[in-house]
């Protein structure tokens, strides 16, 4: 069976510091690979998504980057971290249907 | 926006009772799908419901969708206390189904 796994679980950061957050799935090849951010009692906002290796697509310009080093690994970045970066991510997966998606458990990022 | 309302954006109800939640979104759909969210968690797909269908089952769940009103709505039957959680519409759009677009939620209280 598939599964997705995120890490760090929590993170707390001072503004100004480097991120990186991985998410990897298991279980499933060439995954669609997607980041979200969710504020606190809010939707989610799409980030970042991948068809491939090397392939990212930017929704929402900001001081993030993505990276798809392998096929079931996404990554997402930052070089400095702003206050407003704070929130939840969530990595998902979708197969080649791009019908439901898969969550992973998030992580909750604070910068301070 | 093309961003998908749910409506209301809180429920509280007692259990055994039946909870409707509302969605409605703006421009045409190649799917609309519910997840569910428990506090601090990821999201879980519940159903997937095609723009050429009306209406649609699972255990407790009924979905129905009206592409003339751009609205669907998600109706929890029975409800139980393990039902409290965030729910979300989320919408394929037509020319773009690798992407969803994640409504704001309502979050639902059942008091045993």
């Known amino acids: 069976s598939q599964t997705i796994h995120q890490w760090p679980a929590t993170l707390v950061q001072p503004v100004g510091s480097p991120l990186s957050l991985e998410c990897t799935v298991e279980?499933?090849?060439?995954?669609?690979l997607y980041w979200y951010r969710q504020a606190a009692g809010r939707g989610l906002q799409l980030l970042f998504y991948?068809?491939?290796?090397?392939?990212i697509s930017s929704e929402v310009p900001q001081n993030l980057s993505a990276s798809r080093p392998q096929d079931r690994q996404f990554i997402l970045s930052s070089k400095k971290l702003l206050l407003s970066d704070s929130g939840f991510y969530l990595c998902?997966?979708?197969?080649?249907?791009?019908?439901?998606?898969?969550f992973g458990p998030g992580t909750r990022l604070t910068v301070l | 926006s093309q961003q998908g309302e749910e409506d209301p954006q809180a429920l509280s109800i007692q259990e055994g009772e039946n909870a409707t939640m509302n969605c409605s979104y703006k421009?045409?759909?190649?799917?609309l799908q519910w997840y569910r969210q428990n506090s601090g968690r990821g999201l879980v797909h519940l159903i997937l419901?095609?723009?050429?269908?009306r209406e649609k089952h699972s255990g407790r769940l009924r979905v129905t969708l009206d592409t003339s009103k751009k609205s669907s709505s998600l109706l929890i039957t029975a409800s139980r206390a393990a039902d409290t959680a965030s729910y979300f519409c989320?919408?394929?759009?037509?020319?773009?189904?690798?992407?969803?677009?994640f409504g704001s939620g309502t979050q639902l209280t059942v008091l045993p």
């Open positions: 998902a997966w979708t197969g080649p249907s791009y019908n439901e998606q898969f």
């Open positions: 279980g499933t090849s060439n995954p669609n």
């Open positions: 991948s068809v491939g290796i090397g392939q």
């Open positions: 421009t045409s759909i190649n799917n």
């Open positions: 419901i095609r723009s050429n269908e």
């Open positions: 989320a919408t394929a759009f037509a020319g773009s189904a690798r992407q969803l677009t």
